[in-house]
């Protein structure tokens, strides 16, 4: 079947899949064991920020590796990879739910570590630059090293996806050439009919959602060739509705990744262009 008509197949296939499974609410075993991941995630990252380990992924990875990503990174290529957090060796079952974590690297050259963190934190902008994603974007508190920011975004693969959430979005400069953040997104809303006049939001918990939870950690660091920006995310979202798994499970575990290659692209890009 030629591409243009197996994609639509596709889609109406998805949607049709979706309608259909049955309708799920977060349940709060299934948050406990995210939680539960995150929790051992963040004591794993809290020794990197120490120094305990080192400080981004790539310098964690075998010498003759780190090499060839590093390669990669200077030809402007961004590098994705999933990751696994285990609790003493043991993968951390997530009942009714699916655990995404994935993290992605790219390098900024010749941009500094404030230029860099100046053009991140210009959330108002984000429309602008991280379309068609990101749809609206607006400050709603910012103290200090702290930002409160609502966005809506839109993801499609097959189909279209739009979120509406809250983010905290917490800065931190460890010296002079590395920061870090940290950003967690609450008030989780999926839009139908998004920007019509029969548009409707529902609490992303009671329904069969692409995304319940979402974290997001970035770690930058300035060195001769530019600043690198490398980004973590831990996401939940609900499990695969039994016998759906060849339709929505491509949909499903791609978003993450590609969400992360896209944005991390379009920093670069912005960058760049500045």
Not at 106 to 127: E, I, K, M, S
Not at 165 to 181: F, Q, S, V
Not at 188 to 214: C, I, K, Y
């Amino acid at each position: 079947m030629p591409l243009c008509l197996r994609a639509p197949a596709a889609a109406a296939a998805l949607a049709a899949a979706l309608a259909a499974a049955t309708p799920m609410e977060l349940k709060p075993a299934t948050l406990a064991a995210f939680d539960r991941y995150v929790l051992l995630t963040e004591t794993r990252m809290s020794g990197e920020l120490a120094g305990r380990a080192p400080f981004l992924w790539i310098d964690r990875q075998p010498e003759r590796e780190r090499a060839a990503l590093l390669a990669r990174l200077g030809r402007g290529e961004v590098i994705s990879e999933r990751l696994e957090t285990r609790d003493n060796g043991r993968t951390i079952g997530v009942d009714d739910g699916i655990v995404h974590h994935w993290v992605g690297t790219v390098l900024l050259p010749g941009a500094t570590l404030d230029r860099a963190q100046a053009f991140v934190q210009q959330y108002d902008r984000y429309p602008e630059w991280f379309a068609p994603m990101i749809q609206r974007s607006r400050i709603l508190k910012h103290a200090g090293d702290h930002f409160d920011v609502a966005m809506r975004t839109s993801m499609t693969k097959v189909i279209t996806v739009v979120i509406d959430a809250d983010y905290g979005i917490d800065y931190r400069r460890l010296g002079p050439a590395r920061l870090y953040t940290k950003s967690a997104a609450s008030n989780l809303f999926v839009v139908s009919s998004a920007g019509q006049p029969n548009e409707q939001r529902t609490p992303a918990d009671q329904v069969n959602s692409m995304l319940w939870r979402l974290n997001t950690y970035c770690s930058f660091e300035q060195r001769p060739e530019g600043t690198y920006e490398q980004c973590e995310s831990v996401s939940l979202t609900r499990g695969i509705p039994f016998g759906l798994g060849m339709i929505v499970k491509p949909f499903v575990t791609g978003v993450p990744a590609e969400t992360l290659e896209f944005t991390l692209g379009k920093v670069r890009q912005g960058l760049k262009d500045k």
